[in-house]
């Protein structure tokens, strides 16, 4: 499958050389994207100065902005898949072709890099988010998706098209479980992420908690008002 590695970066100056060149160096199977959100760092100019393929976005679009400008990429570069890959180093390059074997052996439409299969959630305020959004996913769709709020999706071609074409539909759990409802088939594959490196997390505390209160809202509530239909 001819897949596009999208990686969203905004101020990931601390992080993007070491993330871009272990593709170079160790993927180089895979095409990739860095999709600059309008940093105020010096992001854009690494980019530039290693010659990186990237989309230099003028403004910050946040993170749905960004990861729709990648896959508006994907489908005009006719990529049959595209995954979402953090610009922060804790995701793992070597879990790909897992997840492409997964996606082309089950016919799925989306793969989810899990933290969880295999292996249990520890027992701290971040999980019992996440096993919150897992559950109001379970209510509106009857998918057990144990890991929802992982940021490694791989997505195929249908999913592509979906994601480029339609408005505010970020790379977030209430997505996921809106593409359930309307037909998509999802999948998880065990994965192991890093720990950040370098740079602060856009989720401090409040944000996480304004985070999970966003989701449970979008998926209990505005999702039911959302057109359904992948076409």
């Not at 902005?65 to 953090?86: N, R």
């Not at 249908?158 to 593409?179: H, Q, W």
């Not at 088939?185 to 304004?210: C, D, H, P, T, W």
Request: glycine share 8%; charged share 25%; hydrophobic share 40%.
């Amino acid at each position: 499958m001819k897949t596009l590695i999208i990686i969203p970066a905004y101020n990931e100056q601390d992080n993007i050389e070491r993330v871009v060149d272990n593709l170079i160096e160790n993927y180089p199977q895979y095409d990739y994207l860095v999709v600059n959100d309008g940093s105020s760092d010096k992001t854009a100019y690494l980019c530039l100065k290693n010659r990186y393929n990237m989309l230099d976005l003028p403004v910050n679009l946040g993170l749905g902005g960004g990861f729709q400008a990648g896959m508006k990429y994907a489908l005009k570069k006719e990529y049959d898949a595209a995954i979402q890959y953090d610009g922060d180093g804790q995701h793992d390059a070597r879990y790909i072709e897992k997840m492409l074997e997964e996606m082309q052996t089950t016919g799925a439409d989306i793969i989810i890099g899990s933290r969880f299969v295999s292996e249990k959630k520890p027992k701290n305020l971040r999980m019992l988010g996440s096993n919150i959004i897992q559950l109001c996913i379970f209510l509106t769709t009857g998918k057990k998706v144990v890991d929802p709020t992982s940021g490694m999706r791989l997505f195929n071609r249908r999913m592509i098209k979906k994601l480029a074409n339609t408005m505010n539909y970020g790379p977030e759990p209430d997505t996921v479980a809106y593409l359930i409802r309307c037909g998509a088939r999802v999948k998880e594959v065990q994965v192991e992420m890093q720990e950040r490196i370098a740079g602060e997390s856009y989720l401090n505390m409040f944000r996480s908690i304004q985070y999970m209160m966003q989701m449970i809202v979008s998926i209990l509530i505005i999702q039911w008002f959302r057109m359904k239909g992948l076409e």
